[in-house]
């Protein structure tokens, strides 16, 4: 694989179809071992183009049986097979075409096309599965209407569902029936699905606000029923907060979602079907934490908003990823930050952000939020396209207001329904509806990279004005050498000495205590006049109003009077974040600030005492910010010191205020129940942490409460609390407690998942042999993506002693695993390889090693999709 260039996708490249496809009539014949597929296109030749012109079909990994134009054999010299599938020539311009294919679910351990789950048959076509079960123009910009007939065996596979409404069903003989599905919304084949299974259905119905009676309907394996309320009431949540807050109505008699448990990713938004990792479905107290119900609501509402933003107007070609993609990921925030956790969203937002997608952005897989090339779309399924590409349509909304916003989405919806579109299309109705110019704001998707801003100012007394000078800059990445300014709105306010917002005019506008600053240029000065007093704190960057990193050179003060007072809850804990990061950069280059340091322990002390710090954000002002995101403050970084100074941080921070965190801690016992709600989520979550906190700490009394606090647990929720709190205590105590966990959900993959994530990521020594036993206890299975990531993943993630040991012998173990994933999983393995991409930002032993690893996996025969992300990885 080494040397072979990937060839590349280019949008340059991207022509309109030649063909449109009218009809698709698509006949299964299910049988885990060998499915029969019969499908019958009606093709019609596209006006302006050549008679004749060929009609492409895409296949892979197809068995042809059977190939007519108008009933009869294709003659062979108008077909060509290539890589890519089939090139048929010399058709009329309209044409009814037959293609019969044999394929092996069985043997699909890719997951991509039709697979097996479980005991169920189940597809996946997004980005381009569709083609591993037919021959078929598999490109998004070919809408088209599904009519699907599904024959199986009655006995194993009671359940046939498929895409739209079951106008048919009834027995054949010989112990098999059949169902015919009809789809009355022309789509793409990436949102074609089907599922067969033996599966109980939990449902529920839904009436839309203009009367339109839905049923919903959850389907599970028979022993998962109970476990199905909390996804059903999400749906419900959701379907209601799309018509108020987004005018979208539901538009079937049916909405179906299927939990499986092989699946690559989180879920898939197939029309009126979606398939969902059952990890994203199941729930009950007992099995399922705060973060877990949140993420399985938020992932319900995600799909659920797809039927508009992504199904009803869907992308032209890949490259428009982030048009269906960063719009409902931005439409899932929103509800969530509406409907379950408000303030405390957006936070965790960010933190996910500045961990996730800033490294990537800063590293050698860094590309656009919309790509102009690829080898392997699978591979831009990213933080950049997802988390990056909502920053976008947020910063489109700060710019325009918020109901000019909502206009341009219903002028959107409105405009393009029913059509496979550009993010160019979206943002031109953005600046159509509001007159503004937003031609400088689409370098945001064209421009990878995370902009660098730094801020300062100065204020003059006696004229009450205050000077802000800004600059851009954004450093280069791979391809793109040289950037250009971005459009960045800056939310500001200013504190005042008595913590009180003031009042002043940005140029020549109105009154105000809060300003978007509109930076446009690399370097740009703004003035606030009529002040009556000098600020005492500048809060820049107000609910993170853009994807930008922020040096606004604020002193200790500065940023203290922000911890105390800001009103903006996102710069509040931001300010922490810098003050913290701080310590601990100053500990990794030598000494501890003790300035710094005394002037954080006030501030968290004072914190601590405020009993009008709401729980949940108190738990975030406690936490230091992430490993991988402190590994980002450093060009080279050695990952052992991080962590160590990190801990020493929490130590020398909070072990004089070990009173006063008990006192914070929260009742166990009281907040041991099953409500979900933003209130008791956020006293668990201040309860679990100031536990964790106080076992690090070695107080007294803690591990002894971690083990009270586990025993007596009821909900999930405070169970793991209590055990990742112990997870890395060299005590018998944690060994004791992990056995326990294994022992109660040893029968329950998705909860033994939370145990093998501990075990990988624990950094109690003997790392490398739990990571053996792991791969061979009995619940681990390779072909299962869930459970390879909850070890592989941590293990990376987490166990840094381990992972980084400077011998490299972590980085070949998990390259010889994910080489070995790669035989069975290419899109899983691809994405797991990432941490190993980063050696360029390691200390220079662990650079050596990680860089070796990275050397030896790219001598192998890779999968596609791995081998793009190596090749980036590697290339200079
Ligand atoms: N489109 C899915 C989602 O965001 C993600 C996905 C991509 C699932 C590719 C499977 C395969 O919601
Ligand atoms: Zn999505």
């Known amino acids: 694989m080494k040397d072979a260039a990937p060839s590349m996708v280019l949008l340059s490249e991207y022509r309109a179809p030649d063909w449109h496809v009218d009809h698709l009539d698509l006949c299964f014949e299910l049988d885990p071992v060998a499915t029969r597929v019969e499908s019958r296109i009606r093709v019609r030749r596209a006006v302006g183009t050549e008679p004749g012109v060929a009609l492409r079909l895409h296949g892979q990994a197809l068995e042809l049986l059977r190939l007519e134009v108008d009933g009869s054999p294709a003659e062979a010299d108008a077909v060509t097979a290539d890589d890519e599938g089939l090139l048929l020539t010399g058709l009329p311009d309209t044409a009814e075409i037959t293609v019969e294919t044999r394929i092996r679910p069985d043997a699909n351990t890719a997951l991509e096309g039709l697979y097996v789950s479980g005991g169920s048959l189940c597809t996946q076509c997004e980005a381009e599965g569709f083609r591993r079960i037919t021959y078929f123009p598999d490109r998004p910009d070919i809408l088209t209407r599904y009519r699907v007939r599904l024959e199986a065996d009655a006995a194993r596979y009671p359940v046939l569902l498929a895409n739209g409404n079951r106008v048919e069903a009834g027995a054949l003989p010989g112990g098999r029936h059949y169902a015919v599905w009809e789809d009355p919304f022309p789509k793409p084949s990436y949102l074609f699905a089907l599922v ?70 989180g879920a898939m938004e197939n029309k009126g079907l979606n398939l969902f990792n059952a990890k994203y479905v199941l729930a009950s107290p007992d099995t399922a934490t705060d973060d877990d119900y949140v993420q399985i609501e938020s992932v319900i509402a995600h799909e659920y908003f797809h039927n508009w933003s992504g199904n009803r107007v869907t992308c032209r070609d890949w490259f428009q990823l982030s048009l269906k993609e960063g719009l409902t990921v931005f439409r899932d925030q929103e509800f969530t930050t509406d409907c379950t956790l408000f303030g405390a969203k957006r936070i965790d937002d960010v933190q996910r952000l500045r961990a996730f997608q800033f490294p990537e952005d800063a590293g050698p897989l860094a590309h656009p939020v919309r790509p102009d090339r690829y080898a392997e779309i699978n591979n831009f399924y990213t933080m950049t396209v997802y988390e990056k590409g909502a920053e976008l349509i947020r910063m489109l909304r700060t710019l325009i207001g918020r109901e000019t916003f909502r206009r341009g989405l219903d002028t959107y919806f409105e405009r393009f329904d029913g059509q496979a579109v550009t993010t160019d299309d979206f943002v031109a109705v953005m600046a159509e509806v509001s007159g503004r110019d937003l031609g400088l704001f689409r370098r945001w998707y064209t421009q990878a990279g995370t902009p660098r801003v730094t801020a300062c100012s100065t204020f003059d007394a006696s ?25 960045i ?22 009154e105000a205590q809060e300003w978007v600053l509109e930076l446009t240029d690399a370097e740009q000065v703004f003035e606030l006049q009529g002040l009556a007093e000098a600020p005492a704190a500048i809060s820049w960057l107000r609910g993170f109003s853009a994807p930008v990193l922020l040096d606004a050179g604020q002193d200790t003060a500065e940023l203290a009077h922000l911890v105390a007072h800001d009103d903006d809850a996102f710069t509040r804990w931001d300010a922490a974040q810098s003050l913290l990061r701080r310590a601990v950069i100053a500990r990794v280059g030598e000494a501890p600030d003790g300035t710094l340091e005394a002037t954080l322990i006030r501030a ?41 100074v990190r801990e020493a941080v929490k130590k020398a921070l909070f072990a004089s205020l070990e009173p006063a965190l008990s006192r914070r801690q929260g009742d166990p016992g009281a907040l041991d129940n099953d409500a979900f709600t933003a209130e008791a989520m956020g006293g668990r979550r201040l309860l679990n942490r100031i536990l964790a906190l106080r076992v690090t700490l070695g107080a007294r009394g803690a591990l002894e409460d971690a083990e009270t606090q586990y025993r007596e647990a009821r909900s999930q929720t405070l169970r793991m609390g209590a055990l990742a709190a112990v997870n890395e205590s060299p005590d018998a105590l944690r060994a004791e407690l992990l056995a326990d966990f294994e022992g109660r959900y040893r029968d329950d993959p998705l909860v033994l998942d939370k145990w093998f994530a501990l075990e990988a990521g624990s950094q109690v020594p003997g790392g490398f042999e739990r990571l053996e036993r792991l791969l061979e206890h009995p619940g681990f299975r390779w072909s299962n993506p869930n459970r390879v990531r909850a070890v592989l993943g941590p293990f990376m993630a987490a166990n840094h002693r381990h992972f980084h040991h400077p011998d490299g012998e972590g980085y070949r173990r998990i390259a010889a695993l994910i080489e070995h994933l790669d035989g069975l999983n290419p899109q899983t393995a691809a994405r797991l390889v990432q941490p190993l991409t980063r050696w360029r930002r390691l200390d220079p032993g662990r650079s050596t090693e990680m860089h070796a690893a990275l050397e030896q996996l790219a001598g192998k025969r890779l999968s596609r999709d791995l081998a793009d992300v190596v090749q980036r990885a590697l290339a200079p």
């Open 489 to 510: 709105p800056l939310k500001i306010s200013l504190v005042g000495a008595d913590g009180d917002r003031l009042e002043a005019r940005l140029g020549d506008g109105p």
């Open 463 to 487: 004229a009450g004005r205050l000077r802000l000078q800004l600059e851009q800059r954004t450093p280069p990445t791979p391809g793109q050498d040289t950037k250009e300014p971005l459009h």
């Open 604 to 644: 968290m002390a004072a914190l601590l005492e405020d009993s009008r710090v709401e729980p949940v954000l108190l738990a975030s002002l406690l936490e230091l910010p992430a490993h991988r995101e402190l590994m980002e403050s450093f060009e080279h970084a050695d990952p052992v010191v991080i962590f160590e």
């Open 196 to 265: 067969a299974g033996d599966l109980t259905c939990v449902s529920d119905r839904f009436t839309t606000r203009s009367g339109r009676e839905v049923a919903l309907e959850v389907y599970v394996e028979h022993h998962n029923r109970e476990r199905c309320d909390h996804a059903l009431a999400s749906l419900k949540r959701a379907m209601r907060y799309d018509e108020d807050a987004f005018g979208r109505e539901y538009d079937l008699d049916v909405y179906m979602i299927v939990a499986v448990d092989a699946f690559n990713m």
